[in-house]
């Protein structure tokens, strides 16, 4: 790893610190209930430090869906997936135990309903992808969107025309964030099997 420099490592590993600790404490507690000054002690930085990568403490979770995003894109670089499987692994890769993702997907979506202006994008550097996932960077796998991996999926289903594309990933996305609220305000924490079945309805429906 000689081509990265020694600043660029050192970035990189604090904002993967500021992440991995993040998501601990979202275990937890809810984002509401932890605070800087608990992040920032646990991992023996400041506040001040902390805004220098994150505009908001809501914006580490943008930052793990850079991370979850490169997972995916690897899981298509290595073709383990295809078409319908390919979906459904998208939306159950949200609902691992080894991530809070209905936390962090109530936490983004209450996030973007009250940011008036959207802050600079997250664009992680080269060594921060080698951190994301070693195996996906020395394979030169490029990130791909959420919109590019629904779309990738899509054009395995022969079913489903490419005039269709875009209709179907906005029902994806509304799924994606409504499936969370939904098992919120009924007092559920398994999301996935909702999940599913809105798949199942928008492949039928769109078939």
């Known amino acids: 790893m000689e081509n990265f420099g020694i600043r660029e490592k050192k970035a990189a590993l604090l904002r993967v610190s500021i992440l991995e600790e993040m998501l601990r404490l979202l275990r937890m507690k809810s984002i509401n209930d932890l605070t800087l000054e608990e992040l920032c002690s646990n991992i023996n930085t400041t506040k ?3 805004f220098k990568n994150f505009s908001y403490k809501e914006q580490v979770l943008d930052y793990f869906i850079c991370k979850w995003l490169y997972d995916r894109s690897f899981d298509i670089h290595r073709k383990r997936y ?4 390919g979906l459904y692994n998208v939306f159950q890769s949200i609902c691992e135990d080894t991530v809070p993702g209905k936390k962090i997907m109530l936490s983004l979506i209450q996030y973007y309903s009250k940011l008036t202006e959207k802050p600079p994008a997250i664009e992680p550097s080269p060594y921060e ?3 994301f996932n070693k195996e996906a960077f020395e394979q030169q796998v490029e990130p791909l969107s959420l919109q590019q991996v629904f779309i990738y999926h899509l054009s395995e289903i022969k079913t489903i025309h490419p005039s269709q594309y875009n ?3 906005s029902q ?7 499936v969370p609220i939904q098992t919120h305000i ?4 398994n999301m996935y ?9 928008i492949i039928g429906e769109t078939s």
């Open 48 to 50: 001040v430090t902390f």
């Open 167 to 169: 209709e179907v990933v």
């Open 186 to 189: 009924m007092e559920l924490e």
């Open 82 to 85: 295809t078409g319908e499987a």
């Open 172 to 178: 994806l996305f509304a799924l994606m964030y409504g």
């Open 193 to 201: 099997p909702f999940y599913e079945t809105g798949i199942k309805r």
């Open 129 to 131: 992808y080698y951190l």
